[in-house]
């Protein structure tokens, strides 16, 4: 069963500008933990652009929407150059996205640049940007293992009246996945505590979990989760660790 982890996030390190900008939902809002805090620009075709601060390797692109009312555009693409110039960028790469599952994914051929364009268009008066990872996957070449689990943790609540009318406070649901990686060797046994690390317990990750051959839209069990609690390893064959983790949703 296929499973990646995207924590090296050229955001981080990154300069990012629009071309234009709602001050109530300022650009920085894009690196912002929670997915409720988005960025908003004033038009109907937007871009944002991300200066890596140097030439970078990027071959993957994770994207995911406010919780409560999902994606704020209608199409969304990459464009990639040596200099902040796109009158003809170098490569571009269309984003293909779900509204079902609020997220949006896409692996490509390796490109080595300083900058990226995000290019968006939307119907809603402005376009409206959460939360993304542009970088490269980490090199953790190993299957998740039989026995797996995930849940869907309902937040909404519900509230009876003495006539039986039902009220309920409607939030989004959350993602609980219970996971373990076998016969990792110490090169991707450091390179999942490079993961661990840098993002601890508070700082979100992307993950992607399942194929197509597993269900209709694996995209369900993938998305920007946190570590739950702290990973445990054990030594099962000699030079050969097993791993578990707990994760939980980004909300």
Not at 46 to 61: A, G, M, P, R
Not at 124 to 146: H, M, P, Q, T, W
Not at 180 to 185: E, K, N, Q, T, Y
């Amino acid at each position: 069963m296929s499973f990646s982890i995207y924590s090296q996030n050229l955001l981080d390190q990154s300069i990012l500008s629009s071309s234009s900008e709602n001050l109530n939902f300022p650009l920085s809002n894009i690196k912002d933990p929670r997915r409720s805090k988005v960025f908003r620009s004033n038009t109907s075709s937007d871009s944002v652009v991300i200066d890596f601060q140097e030439t970078s390797l990027v071959d993957s692109f994770f994207l995911v929407g406010d919780k409560r009312r999902g994606f704020g555009f209608s199409t969304i693409l990459l464009q990639f150059n040596a200099t902040n110039e796109w009158s003809s960028p170098a490569a571009t790469e269309v984003i293909n996205f779900s509204d079902i599952h609020n997220l949006g994914f896409k692996e490509f051929t390796e490109k080595e640049y300083r900058f990226c364009r995000i290019v968006m268009t939307s119907t809603l008066g402005y376009c409206e940007l959460a939360n993304i990872f542009l970088g490269k996957k980490d090199n953790i070449v190993r299957s998740i293992r039989f026995g797996w689990s995930f849940r869907d943790l309902e937040l909404s609540n519900q509230k009876t009246n003495r006539y039986g009318q039902i009220f309920t406070d409607i939030i989004s649901r959350q993602k609980q996945i219970n996971c373990s990686i076998a016969l990792l060797d110490k090169d991707m046994l450091e390179e999942f505590f490079k993961c661990y690390d840098l993002c601890g317990e508070s700082k979100p990750f992307f993950i992607r979990l399942g194929c197509d051959e597993m269900i209709e839209d694996y995209r369900r069990f993938s998305g920007m989760v946190f570590f739950k609690d702290i990973p445990s390893v054990t030594n099962g064959n000699f030079n050969k660790y097993n791993l578990s983790m707990n994760l939980i949703e980004a909300m």
